[in-house]
């Protein structure tokens, strides 16, 4: 059975940064792509970031680009979201998941295409 635990949520002041970790349990990591959402109290669940299973290939979503980055260790079956210049909008809860594509797929943005889903992290950004 496939587990991803999200781990390095928590409360941080704006401008700040938080380093969230997702690992993967019960399956060959690496044949996953591996995909960040995240919801923010009262909205839906959005696309954050995504990458591919070698690590070639990242996505992110306009609002966090140059200022996010996912990046992937596969020796430690971890995908990682790098969160720097923290602003109070990206307060949410954050979860990964991962998506069993093709080695040389591009990952999606789509949330319906992923498989697994953790059961998330909360992230508050205080002002």
């Known amino acids: 059975q496939v587990q991803l635990v999200e781990s390095g949520g928590g409360l941080v002041q704006a401008g700040g940064s938080l380093r969230l970790s997702c690992i993967v349990s019960?399956?060959?990591?690496?044949?996953?792509?591996m995909g960040w959402f995240r919801q923010p109290p009262g909205r839906e669940r959005e696309f954050v970031a995504a990458?591919?299973?070698?690590?070639?290939?990242?996505l992110a979503a306009d609002s966090v680009k140059g200022r996010f980055t996912i990046s992937r260790d596969n020796a430690k079956d971890t995908v990682y979201l790098q969160m720097n210049s923290l602003k109070p909008e990206d307060t949410a809860v954050y979860y990964c998941?991962?998506?069993?594509?093709?080695?040389?797929?591009?990952?999606?943005?789509?949330?319906?295409?992923?498989?697994?889903w953790g059961q998330g992290t909360q992230v508050t950004v205080s002002s």
């Open positions: 990458i591919s299973r070698r690590g070639g290939v990242t």
């Open positions: 998941a991962a998506d069993r594509i093709g080695a040389l797929a591009i990952p999606t943005m789509n949330p319906d295409s992923y498989d697994y």
């Open positions: 019960g399956s060959t990591f690496s044949s996953y792509a």
